[in-house]
């Protein structure tokens, strides 16, 4: 916290005790973690040349040479959202890594105009919230979409959406592959194209957010309104007690 003593004369209606001046020493970690960025993988589509699935794990061997940890989730057998418990076992799966990683990649078809079914139900299944643990919160995102006809950015643009709602650190580099089915070969590999280079930056700038972002992400997505907020719980919660 900063030693600065803020002047709130200006600002009455402020609480004074849950104001902070930011404070750029908490901007820098004093022990950096050593381990790899730890980067969560997700694709939208279970066909089964997928290429959002081709496009996603040629982004994970990317982000392995640049020394990610990296894990791919499956869509298989994830069931709808509310149509199961959260204790179904794919549910279980999904959250755990989400827990784990400090960093996602989305990547999604683009279907009559926006992501699929299958991308959304997995970010569905993501809690907001669990106990005072906020899984996504202050995470790194990157999202990618593969197109059918020619380039298109709705699916990206909605996926921006969701990762602000969930209060991730989406980087400003995305990927749109057109035509995808021309971009791979026969043995699904990815061809040499602006479209490959474009991928490849957008690892490169994951890992580094992620690295610059992981180890004070909690001081980055600390909130005035909610420091207030949390004070006014406990006064409340003690004040019931009281009576």
Same mark, same amino acid.
């Given at each position: 916290m900063s030693d600065a003593t803020p002047?709130?004369?200006?600002?009455?209606?402020?609480? !004074?005790?849950?104001?902070?001046?930011p404070d750029p020493a908490m901007l820098r970690a004093s022990t950096p973690s050593a381990h790899p960025p730890r980067i969560l993988m997700?694709?939208?589509?279970?066909? $089964?040349?997928?290429?959002?699935?081709?496009l996603t794990e040629e982004a994970a061997r990317l982000l392995r040479a640049m020394g990610a940890e990296v894990r791919i989730f499956n869509p298989s057998g994830l069931p709808l959202p509310d149509d199961a418990p959260d204790t179904h076992?794919? /549910?279980? $799966? +999904?959250?755990? +890594?989400t827990l784990w990683c400090e960093g996602m990649v989305w990547c999604s078809p683009e279907r009559h105009g926006a992501m699929t079914g299958i991308m959304k139900a997995q970010i569905d299944w993501i809690p907001l919230n669990t106990g005072a /643990?906020?899984? %996504?919160?202050?995470?790194t995102l990157a999202v990618m979409q593969v197109c059918g006809g020619s380039q298109s950015f709705n699916a990206v643009n909605q996926m921006r959406v969701l990762g602000r709602w969930m209060r991730m650190l989406t980087?400003?580099?995305?990927?749109?592959?057109?035509?995808?089915?021309?971009?791979?070969?026969?043995?699904?590999?990815?061809?040499p194209s602006s479209y490959l280079d474009r991928v490849?930056?957008?690892?490169? $700038?994951?890992?580094?957010?992620? +690295?610059? %972002?992981?180890?004070?992400?909690?001081?980055?997505?600390?909130?005035?309104?909610?420091?207030? $907020?949390?004070?006014?719980?406990?006064?409340?919660? /003690?004040?019931?007690? !009281?009576?």
């Open positions: 002047d709130l004369s200006d600002l009455p209606q402020i609480a !004074a005790e849950h104001f902070r001046v997700l694709y939208g589509s279970l066909r $089964e040349r997928a290429f959002s699935r081709l076992p794919k /549910v279980q $799966e +999904l959250r755990e +890594l /643990v906020r899984p %996504t919160q202050g995470k980087i400003p580099n995305q990927s749109s592959v057109a035509k995808a089915f021309m971009e791979f070969d026969e043995h699904n590999r990815m061809k490849v930056d957008v690892m490169e $700038e994951l890992v580094k957010f992620t +690295l610059l %972002t992981r180890d004070m992400a909690p001081y980055l997505v600390d909130r005035y309104s909610e420091r207030k $907020e949390s004070a006014e719980e406990l006064m409340r919660r /003690v004040n019931q007690r !009281a009576l």
